[in-house]
């Protein structure tokens, strides 16, 4: 991670409308979106949802945020265009509705590569279940493989990476964490696969967020970290170490030292509360920076080595606040 690119969340760009449209009718388009989030300060890409921000000319678009200064970091799947995908996308019990999940990521792989893109997020939330006996679990689970093996098929230069969630919008999802998803690209057995790992998803799957990420290093690939905060109860969105920050500046270390070059995408929801989604991104920016100054003051510091090394929790934690917030005194 010697150079830093951060992306961000479109729709956050939509918070407080009438701040930066007075006179806007309606929701505000893809471009005023990003022609918003042009004006934060180190901000580098964005990723689009498809098909919500996708149209017939992904080239087109790709040009155009490239002349407000933005590239893109990769599409993520959205699957709300059939109201049938609440029972199962890639799992739904009816086969054409899976054919059409299927075809709709797979025409959403071709948008990515078409805007010069090379990533495709895959957030399953549909897929899963909310009562006992409602489902058979290894129909559900086979469907889920069947569909991932045949998409993460169709280009195999496109990385796809699954970003796993315990629940939301159903009461449990088949891909709840990082072991489990682990388990699901071993299944699949196809090499562009990989994970994403949300930090808010991490804590309330009641993951260790850069245990999550060793684990992944060691199985997969990580392909997207998505950064984040909350309470560990729900998806809160919240701006990144707003609650957790020890173990945001711990999940940095670790994916340093697995070699990630990817973006960090902020995936922080400003538009909750009407939050100026500019400033709420810069100071996310911001944030990250310093953490990572920590990071490299860390990683040259043989005191905290030697601390891991004895399971010391005592001595790292003197040493990482210390570093932090100064010497006492």
Known sequence: MTSHRFATRLNSFAS????????????PSLMQMAARAAKVAGLTDVDLNFPDHVGEKPAEIARKLGDLGLSINGLAMRYYSNP????????????????????????????????????MTLWLGQDGFDYAFQADYETLWQHE??????????DPDCAISLEYKPNEPRSYSLM????TTLLAIREVGQPNLGVTLDFAHALYADEQPAFAAALVARHARLL????NDGYAKRDDGLMVGAVHTLQTIELLRQIRRNGYAGAIYFDTFPDVTGLDPVRECEVNIATVRRM??????????????????????????????????????
């Open 224 to 227: 997207g970290v998505h950064l």
């Open 16 to 27: 407080r409308p009438h701040a930066e449209w007075p006179d806007l009718a309606g929701k």
């Open 84 to 119: 049938a995908f609440k029972l199962g996308a890639f799992t739904n019990p009816d086969p054409a509705v899976r054919r059409e999940a299927i075809d709709l990521t797979k025409a959403g792989i071709d948008a990515a590569r078409e805007a010069g893109a090379n990533l």
């Open 292 to 329: 990572l100054r920590v990071v490299e003051r860390l990683e040259h510091d043989n005191r905290l080595a030697t601390a891991l090394d004895g399971q010391d929790a005592v001595a790292s934690q003197a040493i990482v606040q210390e570093i932090m917030l100064g010497p006492d005194g």
């Open 176 to 179: 709840p964490d990082a072991a």
């Open 145 to 154: 493989i069947d569909g991932i093996r045949e998409v993460s098929m169709h």
